[in-house]
């Protein structure tokens, strides 16, 4: 930790990692997580600017778990806010429960209610009616928490918009009662994109912005030994330079922007293929590629593979 402009300044350093198995605060389960220097970089700008950082790169590069790394190093709080279709941006604040409250008024005229709860109703400071999402969360606690907006990209044009002066000045207003909520402490916004569409200049101009490139062949071999520490070196290798070899003939045939193999599914299919005795796994490598539904998700991906590996024989 540093000193910066007189406070304390947090600094991600990418090399303090969860034991294996190891569970969060809400009981999911923790992976390590090996960012290069470029991306630890991008992380402490962001931490030190208190601006958010988007990220894009191709899904299954690592975008989304880099929040719980970056929650889990720190030792902060991390709110995660999965975009929807739907997602407004208030959805992230605050809801509104305006039917609970229109049902409590009436009891009320009928003398169906307490006097502690009937004060309650239009009282803005019990915020009675009020749940809050994941950024309201976030700018009501005492210490900094790293919040995740998952492919902002998913919602309406209009949803990055309707967050510039919350994401901006850190602070919003519940409209129904007329609180006002600043940001207690400055969250550590991450965002990701998947590039479906254009994100607004105007979001643009507030957001720091990274492309995480897909892990190279050391960092996938780093990935898989931690994740799989007692299978064998030999099975590991050869396993990644299938994979390698897989994922490259598919950007020749779709071009850089097709799904490609991804981190993710290679984990599903080493942990496959550890199930054999080493010998017989890889014997299995040495042939097509076993177990292929594992890695291919789509028709056209498989007639191309079948292809080539005609073509091979």
């Not at 470029?38 to 690592?62: D, Q, T």
């Not at 008024?105 to 009020?130: C, F, G």
Request: hydrophobic letters at 40%; charged letters at 30%.
């Amino acid at each position: 930790m540093v000193e910066a402009v007189g406070r304390p300044f947090l600094e991600y350093t990418g090399k303090v990692q969860p034991q294996l198995g190891e569970r969060g605060a809400n009981g999911q389960l923790l992976y390590p997580y090996f960012p290069n220097p470029e991306l630890v970089e991008a992380v402490n700008l962001a931490i030190y600017l208190e601006r958010p950082l988007l990220l894009k790169g191709e899904p299954g590069c690592g975008k989304t778990l880099l929040a719980s790394a970056v929650a889990y190093e720190l030792g902060l709080k991390l709110e995660a806010w999965y975009v929807k279709s739907t997602s407004r941006g208030r959805d992230g604040l605050y809801n509104y429960d305006a039917v609970g409250r229109l049902r409590d008024a009436q009891l009320a005229t009928s003398n169906r209610l307490t006097a502690e709860q009937i004060l309650r109703i239009d009282d803005p400071t019990t915020s009675t009616y009020v749940r809050w999402g994941p950024l309201g969360r976030a700018f009501q606690q005492e210490q900094r928490t790293v919040v995740l907006i998952d492919e902002i990209d998913k919602a309406d044009i209009d949803f990055p918009n309707d967050l510039l002066l919350e994401l901006d000045q850190k602070r919003f207003i519940v409209e129904e009662t007329g609180q006002e909520i600043k940001a207690k402490a400055a969250p550590i916004v991450l965002i990701t994109s998947n590039d479906e569409k254009d994100l607004p200049d105007a979001f643009l101009r507030r957001c720091l912005f990274h492309y995480v490139e897909f892990p190279s062949r050391e960092r996938l071999i780093q990935i898989v030994n931690a994740l799989f520490p007692t299978s064998p070196q030999d099975l590991i290798d050869k396993a990644i330079v299938r994979f390698l070899l897989l994922r490259e003939e598919m950007r020749k045939d779709k071009g850089e922007a097709g799904k490609k193999v991804s981190t993710s599914e290679l984990i599903d299919w080493f942990r496959v293929l550890r199930r054999y005795p080493e010998d017989e796994a890889l014997a299995k490598l040495d042939g097509k590629i076993p177990y292929a539904g594992v890695l291919l998700k789509s028709w056209d991906d498989h007639i191309r593979y079948l292809r080539q590996s005609r073509g091979r024989e």
